[in-house]
């Protein structure tokens, strides 16, 4: 009866890791689609366009080994352009710029939120998984362990605080 207990408890776990994965993937997507909308909007200076254009497209398109890493990159890069909240009173100030600006601020909330949710459903997985009794009967069959997603996503300040 334990075992069982055991067995279906783990499952749940992974269940909700693959949820909060999916979860994870799309705020990053989402996060990724809105800077690179920005980017070629034409509302920012060339330079910072291109910083984060490129930051972005390469969040899209990276491989699942390197995501972690251009993640971050793309996290940099918002960091650099929205340091300064002169950048997002100016991209408040063209038109649909403040659409952008709210959307892009929610972005980069949400994913720190959906980072924790995953990184929680992994930490207990892997607590369980620990236990002397799943291992010798090997309750987790073959699902691989799981592994937490690390990212730099600390949000710029200028948009961190800003009001929905």
């Keep these: 009866m334990y075992l069982s207990w055991t067995a279906g408890r783990l499952d749940r776990l992974h269940a909700r890791i693959d949820a909060a994965r ?52 793309l996290s940099a890069a918002l960091r650099a352009v929205f340091g300064a909240r002169e950048q997002v009173e100016a991209v408040r100030q063209v038109p649909g710029g403040e659409e952008a600006a709210g959307e892009l601020a929610q972005a980069v909330r949400r994913v720190p939120m959906a980072r924790r949710f995953h990184n929680d459903s992994v930490r207990a997985a892997r607590a369980l998984r620990r236990h002397r009794t799943v291992r010798w009967f090997r309750l987790a069959g073959h699902a691989p362990f799981p592994l937490a997603f690390e990212m730099d996503d600390e949000p710029p300040a200028a948009l961190a605080d800003r009001p929905t």
């Design 22 to 73: 999916a979860a994870l993937d799309a705020q990053l997507l989402r996060r990724a689609s809105v800077a690179q909308e920005l980017a070629t909007s034409g509302v920012l200076d060339p330079a910072a366009s291109i910083v984060l254009y490129e930051a972005a497209h390469e969040a899209r398109q990276a491989e699942e080994e390197h995501r972690e890493v251009a993640e971050s990159e």
